[in-house]
């Protein structure tokens, strides 16, 4: 059972738009609409941005959108602001158990 | 409101058994998947395992089956993580998750609890 593939790390501007991919297999994004990613601050516990590929929690910004294709999730993150720069983690079922894809490190500059 | 408060720091010898706790608040503990994700100093997150305490059904990782028991006491709404000889590789912070109501993603976090393993 192998991690979902996420960039290290991922930078962009005040304003910009970014997009950090997940890539898994047949086995998991590909075969279930059960992706999730999560916010993490440093020292904090997770939070959770986008469940079922696309949807938001309440209370979550609607800056934050989710979407899949094939074996690949994205998280896209529009007009992109300072306290965005974070640690966001995908995560996918995949056959009775879950994986979490490596975390990949937002930077904004 | 679901709260997930985990007990407290944790140093230990190698060898040395281990039982962290989680106790959860603010829903119908028995009928919601619960669990725990570990995070290695500087690393990402696993996911280890999920028990269901209305029936103690339990999921494994494969990568932590054998390695830790996840149990749960539902008359006291807590959810437990075993260690029965703990090695300096278990060092990490473990949260405590609970699952959402389809079971289908982790929709809530514990504070997270370190455990040290040194000797």
């Known amino acids: 059972q192998s991690a979902l593939t996420q960039p290290a790390s991922v930078s962009g501007s005040p304003g910009q738009t970014i997009n950090i991919s997940c890539t898994g297999t047949?086995?998991?994004?590909?075969?279930?609409?059960?992706v999730s990613w999560y916010q993490q601050l440093p020292g904090k516990a997770p939070k959770l941005m986008i469940f079922?590929?696309?949807r938001r929690p309440s209370g979550v910004s609607n800056r934050f959108s989710g979407s899949k294709s094939g074996n690949t999730a994205s998280l896209t993150i529009s007009g992109l602001q300072t306290e965005d720069e974070a640690d966001y983690y995908c995560?996918?079922?995949?056959?009775?158990?879950?994986?979490f894809g490596g975390g990949t490190k937002l930077t904004v500059l | 409101e679901v709260q997930l408060v985990q007990s407290g720091a944790e140093v230990k010898e190698p060898g040395e058994s281990l039982k962290i706790s989680c106790k959860a608040s603010?829903?119908?503990?028995?009928?919601?998947?619960i669990g725990w994700v570990r995070q290695l100093p500087g690393k990402g997150l696993e996911w280890m395992g999920i028990?269901?305490?209305?029936?103690?059904?339990?999921k494994y990782s494969p990568s932590f089956q054998g390695q830790v028991t996840i149990s749960a006491d539902k008359s006291i709404s807590t959810a437990y993580l075993r260690w029965s000889s703990l090695q300096a590789s278990d060092t990490a912070v473990y949260f405590c998750?609970?699952?959402?109501?389809?079971?289908?993603?982790?929709?809530?976090w514990g504070q997270g609890t370190l455990v040290t393993v040194s000797s």
């Open positions: 603010g829903y119908s503990f028995s009928t919601y998947w």
């Open positions: 995560s996918s079922y995949t056959t009775t158990t879950w994986v």
């Open positions: 079922d590929v696309s």
């Open positions: 047949s086995s998991d994004i590909g075969a279930y609409n059960y």
């Open positions: 028990i269901y305490p209305d029936d103690s059904d339990i």
């Open positions: 998750v609970r699952h959402s109501a389809g079971g289908n993603h982790v929709s809530h």
